[in-house]
């Protein structure tokens, strides 16, 4: 066999090797037929978070994006509508900006 052959073959192997890492990789971290869960890996040497207390409340922990996740009061949830639709707002004015600048014709060019 020639060099090139070689090569080509060792090639060939480590695609097809890395292909079926890749596959088993893929299978391990799907559902479980029994229990219809998805399994986690285990923490090895990490340390596990608490979870959040159920008492800190929208007011204590503000969002960046101004919608709260526990007040579900008819309050809240008009705040959150009007924080929505803002946001909302602001991509229709940031689309419209764009589809101007992709609309933009060119402008002709005078000589000095």
């Known amino acids: 066999m020639t060099i090139k ?3 080509l073959w ?3 192997a480590i695609v097809v090797i890395g ?3 890749w596959w088993f990789n893929m ?3 799907a559902t479980s037929p029994t229990t219809g869960q ?3 890996p285990a923490l090895v040497g990490q340390a596990v978070q608490p979870a959040p207390s159920s008492t800190t409340n929208a007011s204590t922990t503000p969002q960046s994006n101004g919608i709260s ?3 579900d009061s008819n309050a809240g949830l008009a705040t959150d509508l009007s924080n929505i ?3 909302m707002s602001g991509f229709s004015s940031d689309n419209a900006s ?3 600048g992709m609309n933009d014709q060119p402008v002709q060019q005078s000589q000095f």
């Open 5 to 7: 052959a070689i090569t």
């Open 10 to 12: 060792i090639i060939v």
């Open 19 to 21: 292909g079926i890492w």
């Open 27 to 29: 299978n391990s971290t």
């Open 38 to 40: 998805a399994t986690q």
């Open 69 to 71: 996740a526990t007040d």
């Open 85 to 87: 639709d803002a946001q």
């Open 98 to 100: 764009i589809t101007q």
